[in-house]
């Protein structure tokens, strides 16, 4: 027992590196990267966290195709090539609600004690966890094109065009994260989390035009509608999956990105310092 | 060596109303582990978050290394590591995972922090899990993998939160092994623990910490002498006895005997451990049947009773009463 305990002392000790050769710790790039990684392994380890990515765009994809379809436009077919675009950003804007409960758990673990006591670039432990989640969103967002085309959507703009707005709501979806982020920072459980951001996704959702054309609103919603950021997105989306890409409404997009992650990203790191 | 390890002022920290840490003054040089002694709730794990650039103080003046907790804590974070109280690794993630995780985030390559990786797991004898997933392990490797994963690249100071609690003692043992090891190789570790016996093993110096505040300081023999070396611990076999047996042990030893609520049990805290023999041959003398007669470390609570005259009766509404339930369960 004690030459097995003398044994592992030595080993121990032959395995500390002194300190005048450890490397420089990683830099902001390289460590929001590297909790990217973290978040990829997570999926590999837990892969039926991919549901909600998988089964529910099927879902939504289907499920408001058929039952609006016929109300609101008369038929199906005529309504897919319209609505198929606004579903796409509304399945992928309601699952980046989950970028926020799967932090507000984890965040509450011990690992971020250590990651915060890390000499890397703090906002790299969000940065990462969003990219990560990079990974979720172009998986549902593949099958909920796919499930379209199966209905019968054909965009006009042809791949170029549908592979452009992808990439266009994977950098809104990426910004708006961060609204979630400083929600599951501020609410002690998931729950609340939940809650609050329902709160937040039903109007910005509903209050859009994704599902009906603005002008049967009334006048007073017409203006929220319009500057509601979804429909901003859904707009610059469907110009361009139709082939009329307009460089006002992609630049309106970015803009709005731009404001998003430019107020809550500070905000989220303000109370990420804080959080005790 | 000229700057100390740490240095604290007045450090406070509130959460609502009630102070976690209430006015901190610590002094730790350089070498050697520094115990931090105290109950659950006592402000051992927010003192530790403050000085990990973790929390902010909200009053006070905090140095680690030398740097303001407040105005350099990067440079701190370059030269610190923490072991949390609740293993700080990635549950999800396999053992050389977690390491190469931490690699990466410490600037090796992916290829490098792998090796470093697998060596670090074969000194700490992990090889065998480095592909299982961290929930699977028991609490003796999750404390030996944490640990490995604060020595990727050597740390000047390390702060070591309860590293033995909720572990089985031949696993705590080799904690104790592992920090010694590290404390010869060079670096000064600050541990907080809830066992006089941890602390009295390891420390050069302690802190006892209640409500906040320090209320006694010193290297371990101070302590004890403080406190008296040790308890006797008897239990006599017949509980319609005790009070005769009290008389007996109050008489012989010359001082307070405890009546336990355990109605058979007595403790006596002794100046002089020499003389419990005595006491033992009184007891026989008076032919007393005793089942128990034992000389061990005053527990914490006794640690206490005798410094403050209290208990440690807070199991507090702060961070470190989960400790407890997990504990319990």
Redesign the interface.
Known sequence: MTTT?QD??Q?????????EQ?????GAV??SL??G??AL??IK??PEQLFDVTVFPIMMTVMFTYIFGGAIAGSVDGYVQWLIPGIFVQTMIMITMYTGLTLNRDIS???F????????WRPAQLVGALLGDQIRYVLAGTIILIVGFVMGFRPEGGLTGVVMAFVLLLLFSFSLSWVWTVISLLVRTEQAAMGISMFIMMPLTFASNIFVDPETMPSWLQGAVEVNPVSVVVTAIRELMAGMGDFGSVTLVLVYCAVLIGVFGPVSMYFY??K? | MSVPAIETRGLVKRFGNTAAVDGIDLHIPQGGIYGVLGPNGAGKTTAIRMLATLLRPDAGEAHVLGHDVFTEPKTIREKIALTGQFASLDEDLTGIENLMLLGKLLGYSTRDAKSRGVTLLEAFGLTDAAGRQVKKYSGGMRRRLDIAGSLIVTPQLMFLDEPTTGIDPRSRNQVWDIIRTLVAGGTTILLTTQHLEEADQLADRIAVIDTGKVIAEGTPGQLKAQVGTGALKVRVADPARREEAAEILSRTLMTEVIRESDSAALTVRLEDESRAASALIALQDSALAVETFALGQPSLDEVFLALTGHKTAHEADQGDAPAAQEEAA
Do not use: M
């Open positions: 305990a592992q002392s080993k121990i000790r032959s395995v500390l590196v002194p300190a450890r490397p420089a710790p990683a390289s460590a590297t909790y990684w973290r392994l997570k380890h837990i673990k011990g690992v004690d250590r990651f915060r006591s890390l000499p890397t310092n804080r005790s």
